[in-house]
């Protein structure tokens, strides 16, 4: 057997002067994949996703926000002041020795900061410099100096009007911060993509992304569908199966589009003569028909059986099916646990673990990366700046006492 790879991005270097959940949520994938992410956080009070709430007790008794939790795994925290000119002054020294600066900052910040793309890459022409904001930096916008978060991101990139319901306001926040996820995943493909051609060519550039755009390309239905002459109407009514039903101990889904899944399900049901009945000779007519006859024999099948049971007997018949899992679901189920999709780390403030997300990307060659918790703040301010600096044990306390680093 082949002896195991490195983690591909083991000798990649990201300096994170990131908040809340788009980069870092970027970032904590890439150093999933092996690079070393170095957070440059307040000395004092940190980025602000550590007061997000709910909120649990570190081991020194502060206060750590659920983002904050969830996004910064593995990663290390330097505590610098950016309202701090020598702070600034530590950051342009430190990004020669780094392959990207992150951040997730409202457009304008970092080169208020003296932080800027031009400034920094003069510095390191190799640099790759990301950022995430709510509509990009790098493009004409008129809402370039709108404040965003997800809601507005998921609003504006059409995510509260798909599929409308009559009648019923649209539901905000339907899949947890998907403005956030999205931007952070579209920026990992983006930093990888600039990494590449920097180490390709020895000159970096900007990585920029809008988080609208990156909601706009998770639904593409949405504006695409006008365009070949499909209403929201059409779409809400599409012809087919795909919806939930009940099982002896939840709900599962079922998705039946084509004949051949119909003609299986009819077989699965004990239901032959349903595929010579007039009314379901069509897809249109299974939809139609779906409540008043289709439902109550597949319910009657299924109320004896766990959702997990009914899924395998028509997955067995090859009927696309799926239960649908729950917090405790996901956490038990025996596809996450072989996949270390849900990792439990220790808390300091109780007995029972986090529960937090692992990495989806496995990789054949290269055994996983050891999941660490989050950084506590500023512990690695002394290790980095010495390494990567030199910075004597002297500069080190004045900039201390100056109030620059924690």
Same mark, same amino acid.
């Given at each position: 057997?082949?002896?195991?790879?490195?983690?591909?991005?083991?000798?990649?270097?990201?300096?994170?002067?990131?908040?809340?959940?788009?980069?870092?949520?970027? @970032?904590?994938? $890439?150093?999933?994949?092996?690079?070393?992410?170095?957070?440059?956080?307040?000395?004092?009070?940190?980025?602000? =996703?550590?007061?997000?709430?709910?909120?649990?007790?570190?081991?020194?008794?502060?206060?750590?926000?659920? @983002?904050?939790?969830?996004?910064? $795994? =593995?990663?290390?925290?330097?505590?610098?002041?950016?309202?701090?000119?020598?702070?600034?002054?530590?950051?342009?020294?430190?990004?020669?020795?780094?392959?990207?600066?992150?951040?997730? /900052?409202?457009?304008?910040?970092?080169?208020?900061?003296?932080?800027?793309?031009? !400034?920094?890459?003069?510095?390191?022409?190799?640099?790759?410099?990301?950022?995430?904001?709510? /509509?990009?930096?790098?493009?004409?916008?008129?809402?370039? &100096?709108?404040?965003?978060? *997800?809601?507005?991101?998921?609003?504006?990139?059409?995510?509260?009007?798909?599929?409308?319901?009559?009648?019923?306001?649209?539901?905000?926040?339907?899949?947890? *911060?998907?403005?956030?996820?999205?931007?952070?995943?579209?920026?990992?493909?983006?930093?990888?993509?600039?990494?590449?051609? *920097? #180490?390709?060519?020895?000159?970096?550039? +900007?990585? &920029?992304?809008?988080?609208?755009?990156?909601?706009?390309?998770?639904? &593409?239905? $949405?504006?695409?569908?006008?365009?070949? =002459?499909?209403?929201?109407?059409?779409?809400?009514?599409?012809?087919?199966?795909?919806?939930? /039903?009940?099982?002896?101990?939840?709900?599962?889904?079922?998705?039946?589009?084509?004949?051949?899944?119909?003609? #299986?399900?009819?077989?699965?049901?004990?239901?032959?003569?349903?595929?010579?009945?007039?009314?379901?000779?069509?897809?249109?007519?299974?939809?139609?028909?779906?409540?008043?006859?289709?439902?109550?024999?597949?319910?009657?099948?299924?109320?004896?059986?766990?959702?997990?049971?009914?899924?395998?007997?028509? *997955?067995?018949?090859?009927?696309?099916?799926?239960?649908?899992?729950?917090?405790?679901?996901?956490?038990?189920?025996?596809?996450?646990?072989?996949?270390?999709?849900?990792?439990?780390?220790? #808390?300091?403030?109780?007995? @029972?673990?986090?529960?937090? !997300?692992?990495?989806?990307?496995?990789?054949?060659?290269?055994?996983?990366?050891? !999941?660490?918790?989050?950084?506590?703040?500023?512990?690695?301010?002394?290790?980095?700046?010495?390494?990567?600096?030199?910075?004597?044990?002297?500069?080190?306390?004045?900039? +201390?006492?100056?109030?620059?680093?924690?």
């Amino acid at each position: 057997m082949d002896a195991p790879h490195p983690l591909p991005l083991a000798n990649t270097r990201i300096l994170a002067i990131e908040q809340m959940q788009a980069m870092p949520y970027a @970032t904590q994938l $890439l150093a999933h994949l092996g690079a070393e992410v170095v957070k440059v956080e307040h000395p004092v009070h940190g980025e602000s =996703g550590r007061s997000a709430a709910p909120q649990i007790l570190d081991d020194d008794g502060n206060r750590v926000g659920a @983002t904050y939790l969830r996004n910064n $795994l =593995g990663k290390s925290s330097i505590g610098l002041d950016l309202k701090n000119p020598e702070a600034i002054a530590l950051i342009k020294r430190l990004v020669p020795h780094y392959d990207a600066v992150v951040e997730n /900052f409202k457009p304008g910040t970092m080169e208020r900061l003296g932080l800027g793309y031009e !400034v920094l890459s003069e510095l390191h022409p190799p640099l790759v410099y990301a950022s995430v904001s709510g /509509f990009g930096s790098l493009l004409p916008t008129p809402y370039r &100096d709108w404040p965003a978060y *997800a809601a507005v991101a998921e609003a504006m990139g059409g995510l509260n009007a798909f599929r409308p319901e009559p009648g019923r306001k649209p539901i905000i926040g339907v899949a947890g *911060a998907l403005g956030d996820i999205g931007s952070g995943l579209f920026a990992a493909v983006g930093i990888l993509a600039a990494l590449n051609g *920097a #180490r390709a060519t020895g000159i970096g550039q +900007r990585v &920029d992304v809008a988080m609208m755009d990156a909601v706009i390309a998770l639904i &593409d239905m $949405l504006p695409f569908h006008p365009s070949i =002459g499909v209403t929201d109407n059409q779409l809400s009514a599409w012809p087919g199966i795909c919806t939930s /039903f009940a099982a002896k101990d939840g709900l599962f889904i079922m998705q039946v589009g084509r004949e051949h899944q119909f003609e #299986r399900m009819a077989h699965a049901l004990g239901k032959p003569e349903w595929l010579e009945d007039e009314r379901f000779a069509s897809r249109e007519g299974w939809r139609d028909h779906l409540d008043e006859v289709i439902r109550p024999v597949l319910e009657a099948w299924a109320s004896d059986k766990t959702k997990i049971e009914v899924c395998q007997l028509l *997955a067995d018949q090859g009927i696309v099916a799926g239960p649908i899992f729950d917090g405790d679901d996901i956490v038990n189920d025996p596809h996450v646990k072989s996949h270390d999709m849900v990792l439990s780390i220790e #808390r300091p403030d109780a007995e @029972t673990p986090l529960h937090v !997300v692992g990495n989806p990307v496995k990789l054949s060659r290269s055994p996983a990366r050891e !999941v660490e918790r989050w950084p506590r703040l500023g512990a690695d301010t002394d290790a980095i700046l010495k390494h990567d600096l030199g910075l004597s044990q002297e500069e080190h306390a004045r900039l +201390r006492d100056a109030g620059a680093l924690r």
